[in-house]
């Protein structure tokens, strides 16, 4: 083999490699003999001239159809199989520590989505991704831990072989810096004797912000620009620069997305999506929680944001949109991090993280994130201890069959907090940290268990089958007093009550997923089936306490003497089984097309333990997707879609007949825009209308009908990446128009609760790249909220807020330091409302330290 040494950043020191990136064109044609197209005396070269580039476009593009990861004696090797014999040019765009190599007229075509990516591969190397970043090019980027990795290319008969390698022997002196080239520059390319380092062009560094491809609208890896629906991710390094200790402070980085019950300041509850309220989330592609459950971000690897209707892959759900929450994985290099924070209101919360293999092949990986909170509040009276435990492992049984478990034990022992009430028109003018329950007495307690595997079995290099399981256990015990209702503007009538939720929720899920073509159009089918049970007991109990006088600053209350009565105790089980349909049809490289359908089949049923009786019911629905993306140019996804939703209303009219589901349908316009190679847009525009909703039976109002109807549309704009090398954005917009249609009972025009016309929100951060200060950071946080009404009634309003929230932090080697200070101007404002007596307000002034470490 004639050694081909491109020497592609500014190497220091090596002290371990990477044998990476086989770039392999199978013979396919037995007039190639031993030589691949395009490598002429054994020469190939990186090139960055445009005109290169332009001619390249003139080529077809090369189907690349398969990613393998094999181990060699000196590191891996990464194959990009093709059966095509293309001559691929490498572009390289490096910065930092990110080796970055774009092919031009090539584009991945993988049985599971268009992306490939592993974590820790090699000691020294963080992340290796393939992707593509448009219709006609496939990046290679190669991200290491402290350094960028430095590049040696090799050529033999079998195609490329990048040897890729960063810091530190002492074998050779430090180079000193090169001078930043122009990006059109052409560079030299070396004859096949040549042995000489070549400097080429430092254009960027993978990007932090942006996620190029997602799972939960399609259940597969698919490039966000070649799905026909808005789906936003906040990444795990959005959550790290803010410092987001709440899911809440994570969907807040996207656009239409908000806080809707809070359940008791425990930050569980619901979210609105596009105007609609979804109770609880989905974690990993499963129903996991209700409106009762907790969960901690200390597991998550990202948060992915479906908006619209979700029901043709998950089921039930409000036509608004969805929220999956991705957890981490095992490695299979050994990783290890650790931080700790500090802030205001006796703040503490060290975490955990830990991964590797547990045997010489690599055939038995572990994860183990652990975190530990302890922590007072801005609101009086409210302390939180929390632990969270969260295992996992993965075992390769074979080349093709890959097992996955994992496992969380969350443990929450907080105040339970109702926050404040309204007077008039607006939230009481009374100290936002004014704790209206018993001081002391109110408490709730909550142990959340996760259980679940992952089974995955590759049958060819088109056909894979997977089978899971998830498991969800909550237990919950509340004692809190709160008021119930207004005596005058001064004075409330509240209840001691004693609340008690268990949720057992079970799923299974089998999927095959294909890929074959018919004739000149290549199609990615999913077929799928879910069975669901969620079940458990529901007790309220209750005492009458004596009016409380939100105005003094004396909260003398006392646990009432009387025995709690038992006001509603019930079991509430649901049965959900799901048969999904879904293709995602090539007809040309730039015309996709998505269609899918769900046939659901419910069973409800409601023991009433106190009069001893039941409710059953059955319902069924289908759900349809329609949506396809057109890309003129390659850097423009056009797109254009359909979809519904369905959840089940039990209970019966006045003439006895049950109730149907309620419906929502929308219809969605949009834009995606990749800006750059490093930065992307997308901007939407929708109308959805959710039909069948009850409302009074003026007729009996004791009874309830379904001719009530709620509309929401609106614009939507988010943008993610990197402007320039160092310098990241997340942003979004928001118009929401979400008002009621039809109703017998509220007047029509009302807005729905807690959807504030306009929001929008900016968090950016440079760091200084080179230099005596490189490490040093920066973040800047924008919040704009407008006026929300506070219910359905429309009878107060959550006034409009900005938040400006700020960061400075420096990294060094494996160590970082941060300081993030939120609501930096210690503005007064109100994240959310359930009722009237239910307001909770948003944190003053906070400031958080933080010292982590990885290795």
């Excluded at 430092?202 to 399609?218: C, F, H, K, L």
């Excluded at 807690?754 to 200060?773: C, D, F």
């Amino acid at each position: 083999m004639r050694r081909l040494q491109r020497m592609l950043a500014g190497c220091k020191y090596v002290s371990w490699q990477l044998w990476a990136i086989a770039l392999v064109l199978p013979m396919m044609q037995p007039a190639w003999g031993n030589e691949f197209p395009g490598i002429k005396q054994a020469q190939r070269g990186f090139s960055t001239n445009a005109a290169d580039l332009l001619a390249q476009g003139n080529v077809g593009v090369t189907e690349v159809t398969g990613v393998k990861v094999n181990s060699t004696s000196t590191g891996i090797e990464v194959i990009l199989q093709t059966s095509q014999a293309q001559a691929l040019q490498v572009v390289n765009k490096s910065n930092a520590n990110s080796f970055i190599a774009d092919i031009p007229n090539a584009q991945l075509r993988l049985l599971l989505g268009n992306s490939f990516r592993q974590e820790k591969p090699i000691a020294g190397i963080s992340q290796i991704t393939v992707t593509n970043i448009d219709a006609k090019t496939v990046r290679l980027t190669v991200v290491g831990e402290k350094a960028l990795p430095t590049v040696e290319l090799f050529d033999d008969n079998v195609g490329l072989v990048f040897g890729i390698g960063s810091q530190a022997t002492a074998t050779s002196p430090q180079q000193p810096p090169q001078t930043q080239q122009p990006e059109n520059q052409t560079q030299p390319k070396p004859s096949a004797e040549s042995d000489k380092p070549i400097e080429l062009v430092v254009t960027g560094e993978q990007d932090g912000y942006r996620v190029p491809d997602a799972s939960t609208a399609t259940r597969t890896d698919t490039p966000l620009r070649d799905i026909p629906a808005s789906i936003q991710i906040v990444p795990r390094q959005v959550l790290q620069d803010q410092k987001a200790v709440r899911l809440q402070d994570a969907v807040q980085n996207v656009s239409g997305v908000t806080q809707g019950g809070n359940y008791g300041g425990l930050n569980a509850g619901s979210y609105i999506i596009r105007g609609f309220e979804q109770d609880g989330n989905f974690r990993n592609g499963f129903r996991d929680s209700d409106f009762f459950t907790l969960s901690d971000i200390a597991n998550l690897e990202r948060v992915e944001v479906l908006k619209g209707p979700a029901s043709v892959l998950f089921g039930q759900a409000q036509p608004g949109g969805i929220i999956n929450l991705v957890t981490k994985q095992p490695l299979s290099e050994p990783y290890y991090a650790a931080d700790f924070t500090a802030g205001s209101y006796d703040f503490y919360r060290p975490t955990l993280d830990i991964s590797g293999p547990l045997n010489t092949d690599k055939t038995l990986l572990y994860r183990l994130n652990v975190a530990y909170q302890n922590s007072g509040s801005f609101r009086d009276f409210v302390d939180t201890e929390r632990i969270f435990i969260a295992p996992s492992l993965t075992w390769k049984i074979g080349t093709k069959t890959t097992l996955n478990f994992d496992f969380e034990y969350l443990n929450n022992d907080t105040g339970f907090d109702r926050g404040i009430v309204a007077v008039g028109n607006r939230p009481a003018p009374i100290p936002i940290s004014r704790f209206l329950g018993i001081p002391g007495e109110n408490d709730s307690k909550n142990i959340v268990y996760r259980a679940g595997y992952r089974l995955e079995h590759q049958f060819s290099e088109n056909w894979q089958l997977r089978n899971a399981v998830s498991i969800t256990i909550n237990k919950s015990n509340n004692f809190y007093a709160e008021p119930d209702s207004l005596i005058n503007d001064q004075f409330f009538i509240r209840y001691y009550e004693n609340s008690k939720f268990e949720t057992d929720n079970y799923s299974l899920q089998t999927e095959l997923i294909g890929k074959f073509v018919t004739g000149s159009i290549i199609h990615q089918p999913l077929l799928g089936i879910e069975l669901n049970r969620s079940d458990g007991p529901v007790i309220f109990r209750d005492a009458i306490l004596p009016p409380l006088d939100i105005f003094s600053s004396v909260n003398n209350s006392v646990i009432p003497t009387d025995p709690l009565e038992a006001t509603f105790k019930a079991r509430l089980r649901t049965d959900r089984l799901g048969i999904y349909l879904q293709d995602q049809v090539t007809l040309l490289d730039n015309l996709k097309l998505l269609v899918g359908g769900r046939f659901d089949f419910t069973e409800q049923k409601n023991d009433d333990l106190l009069a001893g009786t039941s409710i059953s019911q059955s319902d069924q629905a289908f759900s349809p997707r329609v949506g396809i993306v057109y890309q003129p140019i390659p850097p423009i996804s056009l797109y254009a879609s359909y979809s519904s939703s369905f959840v089940p209303a039990i209970g019966n009219s006045a003439n006895g007949s049950t109730f149907e589901p309620t419906q929502g349908t929308q219809y969605e316009v949009g834009v995606k825009a990749d800006l750059s190679d490093r930065l992307s847009a997308t901007l939407a525009a929708y109308q959805i209308t959710k039909t069948n909703v009850l409302t009074t039976d003026l007729n009996n109002p004791s009874f309830s009908i379904q001719v009530g109807e709620q509309r929401s549309r609106g614009v939507e704009l988010d943008v993610a990446g990197e402007i320039l090398p160092g310098w990241k954005v997340i942003a979004t917009y928001a118009y929401t128009d979400a008002e009621i249609t039809e109703d017998n009972q509220l007047p029509v025009g009302n807005l729905l609760k807690n959807v504030a016309p306009h929001n929008a929100s900016l968090w950016t951060t440079y760091e200084i790249q080179r230099g005596s200060l490189q490490g040093l950071g920066f973040g800047l946080g924008l919040y704009y909220v407008g006026d929300r009404q506070g219910d359905l009634a429309n009878s107060f309003i959550l006034p409009s807020y900005f938040r400006t929230d700020a960061a400075l932090y420096y990294k060094r080697n494996n160590w970082k330091a941060a300081i993030n200070i939120k609501n930096l101007f210690d503005e007064r404002y109100y994240e959310t409302s359930q009722v009237r007596t239910v307001i909770y307000p948003g944190a003053p002034l906070t400031v958080l330290g933080t010292i982590s470490w990885e290795f």
